[in-house]
């Protein structure tokens, strides 16, 4: 064969790769901003969440979730965390969500960098969980803040008026010094939610009373910590 043939074959190859790759990637460019999928209503797949930053009650996400239970063609959900928590509704709404799936498929948590608090509230809800030796989990705990400047406001000679109907409404408040009382009700309340959280890692996790106190102090763990507790 001669050499000018051979050289016009291979060009001609490389000019239908070229032209291969770039039909793909205009299919592909389409399907984003039509908004249509490449795969056939029949196709099997294992399906994906990403879990990153704040956790907080997002309903639309929670409804994307029941309808991957739904879906038939989704063999498995896989969730990647990378959370440092959130808010404790925010973290239930996913939990009962993500259970909903785990209770038609496998459902399968990849921690990150980090997944603590209620970023592992998100992972005891699936049937096993995956970390790096250095992920950082745990935090079982829950939390509560709150700012005073009542010293701020003497020096500038700034005076509050409040009318309430009892004297822990609307409290606390950075207004007005945490009373006896104000203190005693969030307490409480922190105590009842400290409770909700640790059963739900004695039930998820199998662990027994003791066990389940050794972790819960509020102390983050790495993953190889973790593994062994």
Same mark, same amino acid.
């Given at each position: 064969?001669?050499?000018?043939?051979?050289?016009?074959?291979?060009?001609?190859?490389?000019?239908?790769?070229?032209?291969?790759?770039?039909?793909?990637?205009?299919?592909?460019?389409?399907?984003?901003?039509?908004?249509?999928?490449?795969?056939?209503?029949?196709?099997?797949?294992?399906?994906?969440?990403?879990?990153?930053?704040?956790?907080?009650?997002?309903?639309?996400?929670?409804?994307?979730?029941?309808?991957?239970?739904?879906?038939?063609?989704?063999? @498995?959900?896989?969730?990647? $965390?990378?959370?440092?928590? #959130? &808010?404790?509704?925010?973290?239930? %709404?996913?939990?009962? =969500? /993500?259970?909903?799936? @785990?209770?038609?498929?496998? $459902?399968?948590?990849?921690? #990150? &960098?980090?997944?603590?608090?209620? %970023?592992?509230?998100? =992972? /005891?809800?699936?049937?096993?969980?995956?970390?790096?030796?250095?992920?950082?989990? #745990?935090?079982?705990?829950?939390?509560?803040?709150?700012?005073?400047?009542?010293?701020?406001?003497?020096?500038?000679?700034?005076?509050?008026?409040?009318?309430?109907?009892?004297?822990?409404?609307?409290?606390?408040?950075?207004?007005?010094?945490?009373?006896?009382?104000?203190?005693?009700?969030?307490?409480?309340?922190?105590?009842?939610?400290?409770?909700?959280?640790?059963?739900?890692?004695?039930?998820?996790?199998?662990?027994?009373?003791?066990?389940?106190?050794?972790?819960?102090?509020?102390?983050?763990?790495?993953?190889?910590?973790?593994?062994?507790?």
């Amino acid at each position: 064969m001669e050499a000018a043939t051979v050289i016009d074959r291979r060009r001609l190859k490389r000019q239908l790769t070229f032209w291969r790759l770039v039909s793909m990637i205009v299919l592909i460019m389409l399907s984003v901003v039509t908004g249509t999928t490449l795969f056939t209503k029949d196709t099997k797949y294992v399906a994906r969440l990403t879990l990153e930053g704040f956790i907080v009650e997002d309903h639309l996400r929670e409804e994307r979730v029941r309808q991957i239970a739904k879906d038939g063609n989704a063999l @498995a959900l896989i969730v990647r $965390v990378n959370s440092p928590g #959130g &808010t404790t509704t925010g973290a239930e %709404g996913l939990f009962h =969500a /993500l259970r909903n799936v @785990a209770a038609k498929k496998p $459902v399968v948590a990849v921690i #990150g &960098t980090i997944g603590a608090s209620g %970023g592992y509230i998100s =992972a /005891l809800a699936a049937d096993h969980i995956i970390a790096r030796e250095t992920s950082m989990t #745990g935090s079982i705990g829950v939390l509560m803040q709150s700012g005073e400047i009542t010293g701020l406001m003497d020096k500038l000679g700034i005076k509050t008026q409040t009318i309430k109907s009892s004297p822990v409404k609307g409290t606390p408040s950075p207004i007005e010094p945490m009373s006896k009382e104000t203190r005693v009700a969030f307490e409480l309340l922190i105590e009842d939610g400290y409770n909700w959280f640790k059963d739900l890692v004695k039930t998820r996790r199998s662990l027994t009373d003791t066990e389940v106190e050794i972790v819960a102090d509020g102390r983050v763990f790495s993953g190889r910590q973790a593994l062994k507790l």
